[in-house]
């Protein structure tokens, strides 16, 4: 059975015609008859009632039509991304991300799309969460990252990554030599804070009462580096994801220490209208998903209904970095 047979055939299903379907493939109607009689023997079963003007299909007839144009879509679907695996592509790709994103992870990715697309280029801006939101909206961002993605209708989110939070804190706090800290043990500490108005906020300290732990917040930012730079200078401590904190903690200028008998994560989405993207942004689109080990066809969805976005407990288990 070949795909241009199913295509003939689905033709002829949906212009109910042996003659208008010949036309449009380009072959003599008896080429298109024989078609039909072939797949009708293959099946063993009648498809089309040739005895109506127009032609109608079967009840069996309707049901191979769905399950071939369902084929004829994915062949297509796999011919194209074949050949534009194969296709140099040319462009620029306008990427809108929060700051914590961090700039050689980033830094990363775009060094390797290059390589591989040297006529493509990409441009990273790095902004306050609500920027990040307007750029892509408006369309002068083809790709935001962000944490948290919230509700919007002219959105397309999809899941990238998720961090891990951990306690942040000075090397000389009480709490940086525990190998893992009990959220209770926060209760009364100084805490620096993200700002009232960030999805983060809400998350974090829904997180905190869950696990019955009250902070007294000293400072709030509405940025991760604020955070640290307060965290390090011994004005409290704060619940930031761990990949943020690794240069600081290669320079000892920062502790990082995983939560006792808890999971706190913060989900990384990456958000775009929903309409249909350049192939470079496309392209880029895909290495970073590639890179978190998602598969290209995922399913999305609207933003603010990413998979896994509130934190969860996780058993008895202490998570070492």
Known sequence: MHITSLKVFCDVARQRSFSQAAHANDVTQSAVSQIVSQLEKRMQVKLVDRSTRPLQLTPLGQTFYEGCQ??????????????????????????????????????????????????ASVHIDYLHPDAVYERVESGTADLGLVSFPRKSPKLVALPWRDEDMVLACSPKHALAGNLAVPLQELSGQKYVHFDRKLTIRRQVDRFLRGHGATVKVVLEFDNIENIKQAVAIGAG????????????????????????????????????????????????????????????????????????????????????K
């Open 237 to 320: 401590v704060a619940l930031l994801p761990e990949p943020t904190l690794r240069r600081e903690v290669k320079a000892r200028t920062l502790a990082a220490v995983p939560l006792y008998k808890a999971r706190f994560t913060r989900p990384l989405g990456i958000i775009h209208r929903r309409r249909h993207l350049s192939a470079v942004a496309r392209r880029f689109l895909e290495l970073l998903r590639e890179s978190a080990g998602l598969r290209n066809g995922e399913p999305g969805t609207h933003a603010g209904g990413v998979a896994s976005l509130s934190p969860s407990r996780n058993g008895d288990a202490v998570r070492s």
């Open 70 to 119: 369902a084929l004829l879509e994915q062949y297509g679907e796999l011919e194209s991304s074949i050949k534009n695996a194969q296709a140099e592509i040319a462009g620029s790709v306008q990427v809108a991300a929060i700051y914590s994103v961090g700039l050689g992870d980033m830094g990363q990715f775009v060094q390797r799309f290059v390589s591989a697309q040297p006529k």
